[in-house]
Structures are given as C-alpha cells and as structure tokens.
C-alpha cells in the first residue's frame, strides 16, 4: 500500500504564495500519475492538479488554473504544488494521492485511503 505525506500548508494573506510536498513511497513510481485535491469545509473533495510519472503531462482544476503549479520528483517519490496569487476560497486542507492515470485523479471518490493532509489558510 502506498504511503502519503503531505506537509507544507499554513496561513498566508490573500495574494501570497505556498509550496506543498508530498512524499509518496511504497513502490516504485514509474507509471500512473501523483495528484492534489482539497477539501474546504461543508464541502466535497476536490481535484486541484495532477501530473504523470513518466512524461509529466499535467491536468488543472478550473479554479487554479494560471496560478498553481504542480511538478514531481519521480526518483523520490515526491510531488510539489507551488501555490501563487492565493486567494480566501483556496482555503482547504490539501491531500495528495496516486492512481493508474491521470484521469481517475479527478475524482475523490476513486480512492482508498488518504494521508493526513495539510491545512492552507488564506487569510483576506
């Protein structure tokens, strides 16, 4: 079972930026894709960005399209979202997860189990 570690959230002011880690280990990452989704309160999980393994092709929620960044680390195991012009409504605790593709990230309801993930907060 694959292990997930996000850490890197805290509270920023409207317009500042965060950068989110997440380490993924227990197997080797050479196929299928890393993601975030958040999860503000009183509402469902929520697909932010995802990337390939292999190839890094990326994918983007609406919302944070032009303003998140997500890139990887495939020997490591590792992803980064780099959070600019954030904005009171990113506000969420963000989690990080793996699947067989890049497309079934999309959706929270494909998963098994989750980390802990990390809370953003940003202040108006």
């Known amino acids: 079972q694959v292990q997930l570690v996000e850490s890197g959230g805290g509270l920023v002011q409207t317009g500042g930026s965060l950068r989110l880690s997440c380490k993924a280990s227990g197997r080797t990452f050479t196929s299928g894709a890393i993601g975030w989704l958040r999860q503000a309160p009183g509402k469902e999980r929520e697909f932010v960005a995802g990337i390939t393994w292999t190839g890094g092709y990326t994918s983007y929620g609406d919302s944070v399209k032009g303003r998140f960044t997500i890139s990887r680390d495939t020997a490591k195991g590792t992803s980064y979202l780099q959070m600019n012009a954030l904005k009171p409504e990113d506000t969420a605790v963000y989690y990080c997860?793996?699947?067989?593709?890049?497309?079934?990230?999309?959706?929270?309801?494909?998963?098994?189990?989750w980390g802990q993930g990390t809370q953003v907060t940003v202040s108006s």
């Open positions: 997860n793996v699947h067989s593709t890049l497309g079934r990230l999309r959706s929270p309801h494909n998963f098994l189990s």
